[in-house]
């Protein structure tokens, strides 16, 4: 009995000392560690192991798929239907990227 009462409270202290913390648009992660969430108006984009999709930009607002295997990458892409505005790094609809 006295073993249970032990687990038991050694759950509470878990649990009371773990990161509850949730970042509901993503975050860019660096070895399993959130370093940065994503903005409002992006997502988070990873891959486990595979190819990468690049983000949509005003230059390619229809990117391909990118050759060669990529592992544990992470970013936050602007949310559909913005892209990137490489020029100032923010997220615009199609219609308003720079000429």
């Avoid at 949509?56 to 990137?84: F, H, I, M, Q, W």
């Amino acid at each position: 009995m006295k073993i249970l009462l032990c687990l038991c409270l050694l759950g509470v202290v878990g649990l009371s000392l773990g990161d509850t913390k949730t970042y509901p648009r993503g975050c860019i992660y660096i070895l399993g560690t959130c370093v940065k969430e994503c903005d409002e108006g992006t997502h988070a984009y990873s891959l486990g192991c595979g190819n990468k999709v690049p983000e949509p930009t005003c230059e390619e607002p229809n990117p391909v798929v990118e050759k060669g295997l990529l592992c544990d990458y992470s970013a936050c892409y602007c949310d559909p239907p913005t892209v990137r505005d490489t020029k100032n790094n923010v997220c615009v609809p199609l219609d308003k990227c720079p000429e």
